[in-house]
């Protein structure tokens, strides 16, 4: 059985650092919905093991992510860890389109 929801976090001695949410709704793939990290944390590769910890936890052979074509630094960081820009929406938000992503990863056996 596919969980609904897997949140990953990321944490120092000092406290979460970020959090990471994979859900398994978008055309039953997965899909990372929500993608944070503290600003203090920001380029320190949170972000980076964050999303490779996703992708090393994802139930499907796709993963799939999204952002305002306004969000550079989160679309370096996505192509960076092997992320790749598939398409993108009008209409979400006025004036910025959103530019879906996909990491491809193998086949497991509770992908199928």
């Known amino acids: 059985m596919r969980r609904e929801r897997s949140v990953l976090v990321a944490s120092t001695?000092?406290?979460l650092v970020g959090y990471c949410v994979v859900?398994?709704?978008f055309f039953e793939q997965g899909f990372v919905?929500?993608?944070m990290v503290a600003e203090p944390a920001r380029g320190h590769g949170v972000g980076e093991?964050?999303?490779r910890a996703?992708?090393?936890s994802c139930q499907t052979a796709k993963l799939f992510t999204?952002?305002?074509?306004s969000n550079h630094?989160?679309?370096r960081l996505?192509?960076?860890v092997g992320w790749r820009s598939v398409g993108m929406v009008h209409g979400l938000d006025e004036g910025d389109p959103e530019v879906f992503y996909l990491r491809t990863l193998p086949s497991t056996e509770s992908a199928e």
């Open 49 to 51: 093991r964050l999303l």
């Open 23 to 25: 859900e398994y709704t």
């Open 78 to 80: 996505l192509q960076r």
């Open 66 to 69: 999204s952002t305002n074509l």
């Open 73 to 75: 630094p989160m679309q």
């Open 33 to 35: 919905t929500m993608l």
């Open 13 to 15: 001695p000092a406290g």
């Open 54 to 56: 996703a992708a090393a």
